[in-house]
Each structure stands twice: as structure tokens, then as C-alpha cells.
């Protein structure tokens, strides 16, 4: 070999040490290259300011054109569900956000069956997923499942409500609850503190599983160490959400005017509004893995252990009503499916026969 070559050669190389330890470096590209997704629910009672609180965590206005109902309007609506999808990008890095709100929850006289669309939308969600990771397009799969869910505490009571603990034990084997205490500004410290107490005593009393921070491991640092320890003390929540911009000592600040003072919601001394946008935003990724690895191979295994046969949705269903449209045309694809397996079966045999 010339010496020519051996200096194209060497020019070629890269310079620096190249390993396996830049393995992350090609996986952070690659995330950063596809964006990302998450969709976050919202439930609670009318008026308990979930839609503030959403658009502040998020600077967005997610309800452009939402009309609130008047009273009488109130009385004939039912739960529906509304999803509301914003791409959000910050330093390069996109995500595709969707939040999914439950007007009509808990307005109700009789509130009995108020919680059973949202369970059908989250099954449905499940189902379409599994659905797209069985079909031939895997590579392009929408992830509609919902990561996490904000459920919303109304601060004048005496702790949880009997729909908020049905809730709860309903869906908590099913999404990730995060427990808020919404309008923390009408509380003081220490009836905030003692509604914290009571709502935690009762979650455990009535054996419901709430979304719970991971550990933090041995060689972490302890900043992140002190960060998680003071948001899984911070939990339930206490929130208030503001989108207007007020003048306080000469500086810009989100918060509430009332005439004793201003109530800044940036304010780690007056709401843990911080606290909560900090846990979902640093451990969104733990989110979506619990979402994967534990809700979703639950409603998996289930799904085949009944044979692959679509879920019948039978929540408030006393007399059994016919299977949904959709499953029934998911079963008629099955069947011809199986029949057109049959009959290469039956072709293949034949063509041995003859040879």
C-alpha cells in the first residue's frame, strides 16, 4: 500500500474515541428526530378549573372555541369526551400533545354510570392499539392510549366524595391517577394540609393504587434525590391554574387578584403547580412505560385469554346489548380471514396430491 493511500485512509477515520458509549447520543437523535407523543385526561366536576390549569401547564390555549353551558344546558348533558391535540415544540424537541376532557362528569343528580364512557374510551384506545400492532402497518402506530390522568379533588369537602372513590377503584388498574386538589387558593395552609392527610388516609383505606414517583437509584445524584423526595410529598396535588399575566414588584407573574393580594401560581409557597408540571414533565417517560408494560399487557393478556374475541362493553348493560358495530365487523374480518386460510390450506393439499 502507497503512503498516498495510507493517508486517504487515515483522513477517513474519525477522530476521537468511538464506542458503544455513544449509543445514547444515537438514540437521544433518532427520539428527537420522531417526536414524541402523549395524551393526559382530565376528570372532575364542573368549575374546578381543569382547563386553566391545563392550558398554564402547557402555555397553549387547548379550548379556542369552547362555549361554557348555561345551567339548563347542564341538566340534559351527559359525559362526552373531548380530545383536543396541539403539536408543541421546545428547544427542537416536538411533542404531539393530547389532552382529553370529560365535560358533563359528575353534574349529574344520579352520577351512578357517569364514569362509564370514560372507561369505554379507554379500553377503546387499548383496543385500537392492539388492533394496529397486529395489522401489516406496525411502523406508523398512533399512540392514543392515555398515559396519565388527572383526577381533579373539589377543596370544599371533607376529604373524597363516594364517586371520587368508585372512580378511583374503577380505573385505577387502567391508567395511571394522579390525585389534584384543585383551587388550593380558597385553603389555608393548614386546611390544606389536613385535606392532603385525609384524602391520602382514605386512598389507602379503600386499597386504591394511585401513580406512585419511582425510586430513585443509589448513584443519583442528590439534587434529583431531593426533587422526588419533595414530589412524593407534595402529593395529592394542591393546584390553582391561571392564564393572566399581573405586575407584582416589578415583574411579570400568572396569578390571581384578590383584594388582600396576589395569588402566584409559579409560587411554590402558594400551590404546588410547579411540583405537578415538574413531575409529569421529568417523568413523562415513566408514564408511558407503565402505560406499556403494566395497563396495557393487563388488557392484552385479558383480551387473549378470552380467545382474541373483542371486549363487549357491558358497564350499565343489565339486559346484555348486541355487540358494537365495530366488533361485529372485527369478527366478520376474523372469520374471513380464517377462511381464506382454509382454503390455501385446502389448495396446498391438493397441489400435493397431484405431485
Known sequence: MSSDSVKNFSSLETPGYVGFANLPNQVHRKSVKKGFEFTLMVVGESGLGKSTLVNALFLTDLYPERQVPDAIEKMKQTVKLEPSTVEIEERGVKLRLTVVDTPGYGDAIDNTDCFSEIIRYIDDQFERFLRDESGLNRKNIMDNRIHCCFYFISPFGHGLKPLDVEFMKQLHNKVNIVPVIAKADVLTKKEMQRLKKKVMDEIQEHGIRIYSLPECDSDEDEEYKEQVRQLKQAVPFAVCGANTLLEVRGRKVRGRLYPWGVVEVENPDHCDFIKLRTMLITHMQDLQEITQQVHYEN???????????PKRNTIGDDKGAATSDKDRIL?????????????????????????
Do not use: T
Open 299 to 309: 388488557y392484552r393478556s385479558e383480551h387473549l385469554a378470552r380467545g382474541g374475541v
Open 331 to 355: 369478527l366478520e374480518k376474523e372469520a374471513e380471514l380464517k377462511r381464506m386460510q382454509e382454503m390455501i390450506a385446502a389448495m396446498q393439499a391438493k397441489m400435493h396430491q397431484q405431485q
